[in-house]
């Protein structure tokens, strides 16, 4: 039975002249490409960038994040530690996939930025509380600090825009046959989420898996004329921002190669892209639900596509992606950055 799809109606994510976000991931190689197309885009304003335990431990994803803010020359952007394990479960991370400091292949600027003093979850209740209007969450790691966040600061979710975030599949998981990464790591976590009420955008693996960057994408890439990261940090010796996203690519390949997918399936900037450019996506809004519990199924978000439970729909589901669009998004934040001229 196929499903139907329809073409995503912006009204929900209608971007404002200028968007607020906060960006909470577990950087991760693919974080790190969504947090550069966040930060190249002219209408998000990145307000706060937060770390959780996922892909690496908290202490990798949070040097890892300091690293990329640098190399971005995110230095105005408050940046904070989040969550170091999940609410229930222990932490797992994903060596095997993004190395064993969470970002392994180029070598990146030691960080210039520095920390702030409160948690990543302060921060965001912070950014929410002092915000001249609501401000969309962009998650792409376990929902760790999302969660925790409507736990403890239950007044900030009016101040939330809504939650665009990488995870989950309807058809399949990656990490067991039935859960994707992200929502295994913290099922607990992801039920607090889709039971919130706040207006939800899910990039799960049946739109993000066919995201797909070719070895021929990675070529385009390289021929963006590059100059050294950012004068705030720079590649070491000055090693072009193209080049790095080329060898992250490059790294990402080699896991997805050997499971013998023909490219690598760029998860995370699908939540960056939901907001920027909803119009390359198609989905269904539906009921999704986590499993918490299934011997086989735990972390299974279970959506209901044909609305046999009768329920209103808490999710936007992404099903369909015009990769060559998507392609030409990674290329545009590549060119953006290459034409930073280090002062
Ligand atoms: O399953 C893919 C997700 O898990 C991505 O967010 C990747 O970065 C990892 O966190
Ligand atoms: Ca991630």
Redesign the pocket.
Same mark, same amino acid.
């Given at each position: 039975m196929s499903i139907t799809t329809q073409a995503v109606t912006t009204q929900a994510v209608t971007m404002q002249a200028v968007t607020p976000v906060i960006l909470d991931g #577990?950087p991760?190689h #693919? #974080?790190a490409i969504a947090w550069m197309l966040a930060l190249a885009h002219p209408r998000l304003d990145v307000r706060a960038i937060t770390t959780v335990a996922?892909?690496a431990p908290i202490e990798q994803t949070t040097l890892n994040m300091l690293r990329l803010a640098t190399l971005f020359g995110a230095e105005d952007v408050p940046l904070a530690q989040g969550c170091s394990r999940p609410l229930v479960a222990p932490p797992q991370a994903?060596p095997s996939v993004h190395g064993a400091s969470g970002l392994d292949g180029p070598t990146l600027p030691e960080p210039t930025v520095a920390l702030q003093e409160c948690s990543g979850v302060e921060l965001m209740a912070r950014i929410l509380r002092t915000s001249d209007r609501p401000v969309w969450i962009i998650a792409?790691?376990p929902l760790t600090n999302v969660a925790t966040l409507l736990m403890a600061y239950p007044d900030v979710k009016e101040q939330i825009a809504g939650i665009s975030f990488?995870g989950g599949g309807i058809r399949s998981g990656?990490w067991t046959p039935a859960a994707?990464?992200?929502m295994l790591v913290d099922p607990e976590a992801a039920s607090v989420v889709f039971a919130s009420g706040i207006p939800l955008l899910m990039a799960g693996l049946d739109v993000t898996e066919k995201a797909m960057i070719m070895e021929e994408d990675v070529e385009r890439i390289r021929q963006v004329g590059g100059v050294a990261g950012h004068s705030a940090g720079g590649g070491p010796g000055g090693t072009s921002i193209t080049e790095i996203v080329a060898e992250w690519l490059e790294f990402f390949f080699g896991f997805h190669r050997e499971l013998g997918y023909e490219g690598a399936p760029v998860? #995370?900037p699908v939540a960056v892209v939901a907001l920027t450019h909803p119009e390359i996506l198609t989905g269904q809004d539906m009921v999704v639900s986590i499993e918490t519990s299934g011997a086989y199924t735990r972390g299974a978000t279970v959506g209901d596509v044909y609305h046999t439970t009768g329920k209103a729909p808490n999710t936007r589901v992404f099903l369909d992606i015009e990769r060559e669009a998507y392609v030409d998004l990674i290329v545009e934040a590549v060119e953006h950055f290459s034409e930073v001229t280090p002062s």
């Amino acid at each position: 039975m196929s499903i139907t799809t329809q073409a995503v109606t912006t009204q929900a994510v209608t971007m404002q002249a200028v968007t607020p976000v906060i960006l909470d991931g #577990d950087p991760g190689h #693919d #974080d790190a490409i969504a947090w550069m197309l966040a930060l190249a885009h002219p209408r998000l304003d990145v307000r706060a960038i937060t770390t959780v335990a996922g892909n690496a431990p908290i202490e990798q994803t949070t040097l890892n994040m300091l690293r990329l803010a640098t190399l971005f020359g995110a230095e105005d952007v408050p940046l904070a530690q989040g969550c170091s394990r999940p609410l229930v479960a222990p932490p797992q991370a994903a060596p095997s996939v993004h190395g064993a400091s969470g970002l392994d292949g180029p070598t990146l600027p030691e960080p210039t930025v520095a920390l702030q003093e409160c948690s990543g979850v302060e921060l965001m209740a912070r950014i929410l509380r002092t915000s001249d209007r609501p401000v969309w969450i962009i998650a792409t790691g376990p929902l760790t600090n999302v969660a925790t966040l409507l736990m403890a600061y239950p007044d900030v979710k009016e101040q939330i825009a809504g939650i665009s975030f990488m995870g989950g599949g309807i058809r399949s998981g990656n990490w067991t046959p039935a859960a994707e990464f992200n929502m295994l790591v913290d099922p607990e976590a992801a039920s607090v989420v889709f039971a919130s009420g706040i207006p939800l955008l899910m990039a799960g693996l049946d739109v993000t898996e066919k995201a797909m960057i070719m070895e021929e994408d990675v070529e385009r890439i390289r021929q963006v004329g590059g100059v050294a990261g950012h004068s705030a940090g720079g590649g070491p010796g000055g090693t072009s921002i193209t080049e790095i996203v080329a060898e992250w690519l490059e790294f990402f390949f080699g896991f997805h190669r050997e499971l013998g997918y023909e490219g690598a399936p760029v998860h #995370d900037p699908v939540a960056v892209v939901a907001l920027t450019h909803p119009e390359i996506l198609t989905g269904q809004d539906m009921v999704v639900s986590i499993e918490t519990s299934g011997a086989y199924t735990r972390g299974a978000t279970v959506g209901d596509v044909y609305h046999t439970t009768g329920k209103a729909p808490n999710t936007r589901v992404f099903l369909d992606i015009e990769r060559e669009a998507y392609v030409d998004l990674i290329v545009e934040a590549v060119e953006h950055f290459s034409e930073v001229t280090p002062s």
